[in-house]
């Protein structure tokens, strides 16, 4: 139903070939405090519309509730986690995440291995201000690229010691936004609820093993 809604506002691409783009010199680094940077490439995945459709129908989303201030909550968007060595859900995505390893395993120094993938239903619909450190990432510098589909949102980021004031970036349909060095330990990021009425939005969080 949501879908069809942004489909009829949208018809961005549907008679451009699907195509996951080169990376190399179209990504541009911004560099933060502490150590820590963002890497965009903007419409790196063209054609991206068909990709959506798949995701949205195929991926087994799940609704999760969690423990927040001794009360059971209803996380605010749907989640599917691929792990390390499980099948990605779409062909195109086993090839993004192939460039990405190509373009980033010199200073990576090792592959993204999972898939964390989000679907922000609507406005409503968001994540709170965190860093991704369950994992490494608390102690490591790392990178976590994700690939936005779908509507565009806001991916806010802010360094924990309040130095500076928060960025906002416009994640669009095909972007890729790239999180490096130590921006999971020093910064937090977050996609905040919108008062408009928005159409849906996934997100696709590729990390190396170890990294949550
Ligand atoms: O939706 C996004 O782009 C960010 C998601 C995120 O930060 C997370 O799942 O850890
Ligand atoms: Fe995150």
């Given at each position: 139903?949501?879908?069809?809604?942004?489909?009829?506002?949208?018809?961005?691409?549907?008679?451009?070939?699907?195509?996951?783009?080169?990376?190399?010199?179209?990504?541009?680094?911004?560099?933060?405090?502490?150590?820590?940077?963002?890497?965009?490439?903007?419409?790196?995945?063209?054609g991206a519309?068909?990709?959506?459709?798949?995701?949205m129908?195929?991926?087994?989303?799940?609704?999760?509730?969690?423990?927040?201030?001794?009360?059971?909550?209803?996380?605010?968007?749907?989640?599917?986690?691929?792990?390390?060595?499980?099948?990605?859900?779409?062909?195109?995505?086993?090839e993004a995440?192939?460039?990405?390893?190509?373009?980033?395993?010199?200073?990576?120094?090792?592959?993204?291995?999972?898939?964390?993938?989000?679907?922000y239903?609507?406005?409503?619909?968001?994540?709170?201000?965190?860093?991704?450190?369950?994992?490494?990432?608390?102690?490591?510098?790392?990178?976590?690229?994700?690939?936005s589909?779908?509507?565009?949102?806001?991916?806010?980021?802010?360094?924990?010691?309040?130095?500076?004031?928060?960025?906002?970036?416009?994640?669009?349909?095909?972007?890729?936004?790239?999180?490096?060095?130590?921006?999971?330990?020093?910064?937090?990021?977050?996609?905040?609820?919108?008062?408009?009425?928005?159409?849906?939005?996934?997100?696709?969080?590729?990390?190396?093993?170890?990294?949550?």
């Amino acid at each position: 139903m949501f879908e069809e809604a942004w489909f009829q506002s949208s018809l961005l691409d549907v008679d451009t070939p699907e195509t996951v783009g080169a990376l190399g010199t179209t990504v541009e680094r911004v560099r933060l405090t502490d150590g820590a940077w963002v890497d965009l490439r903007r419409g790196w995945i063209s054609g991206a519309d068909e990709l959506f459709a798949r995701l949205m129908e195929t991926v087994p989303w799940r609704a999760e509730r969690r423990k927040m201030y001794e009360r059971i909550v209803d996380v605010p968007r749907l989640l599917c986690f691929y792990a390390d060595g499980e099948p990605l859900p779409d062909p195109l995505l086993t090839e993004a995440r192939a460039t990405l390893d190509h373009h980033y395993a010199p200073e990576l120094g090792e592959p993204f291995t999972t898939a964390g993938l989000c679907l922000y239903r609507d406005g409503k619909d968001s994540v709170a201000w965190h860093g991704d450190t369950i994992g490494r990432g608390s102690s490591q510098d790392t990178m976590v690229a994700i690939l936005s589909l779908g509507t565009p949102r806001t991916l806010a980021l802010r360094p924990r010691n309040g130095a500076a004031p928060p960025l906002r970036y416009e994640v669009g349909h095909g972007d890729l936004l790239v999180m490096g060095g130590s921006c999971q330990r020093t910064w937090e990021h977050a996609v905040p609820k919108s008062a408009r009425p928005l159409g849906p939005r996934i997100s696709v969080q590729f990390r190396p093993r170890g990294v949550r």
